[in-house]
């Protein structure tokens, strides 16, 4: 399958819009499943890497550890992960807070949750 998508960059002096194409391989039956099946499973990938890995890429810089010690660094990228579980909205701030201070991330965690 071959989908083709335009992306519109919200920055200034950005150029106006890019188009790229993907070509997609799948199992499932070509002439039983709808098009717009294979739209919703290919935007259902794109949605969990927006969602979680963005947040922890460009938000937390976690593709860039400092961290020497390899088990610390598992420990951070686990308290992260309950944070972002936490958090419902957008936060840069606390995620610049914590972001080099675990303290900060494990009383973020261990405080009760706000009522809704």
């Known amino acids: 399958m071959r ?3 335009t992306s519109q960059s919200t920055k200034r ?13 799948s199992s499932l039956d ?7 099946r294979f739209l919703e499973i290919i935007r259902s990938h794109w949605g969990i890497e927006n969602k979680n890995h963005w947040k922890r890429d460009a938000q937390w810089g ?3 550890p400092r961290q020497r010690n390899r088990h610390s660094a ?8 309950a ?3 936490l958090i419902d909205e957008p936060c840069p701030q606390l ?6 201070r675990p303290s900060c991330a494990l009383r973020k965690i261990s405080s009760p949750l706000p009522a809704k």
């Open 13 to 25: 002096d950005a150029p106006p819009a890019l188009e790229g194409v993907r070509d997609f391989v």
């Open 30 to 36: 070509a002439g039983a499943t709808r098009p717009q």
């Open 62 to 64: 976690e593709d860039s």
């Open 95 to 100: 995620f610049a807070r914590c972001r080099r």
């Open 83 to 85: 944070l972002l579980a």
């Open 74 to 81: 598992q420990v951070l990228a686990i308290l992260r992960g």
């Open 3 to 5: 989908v083709t998508r």
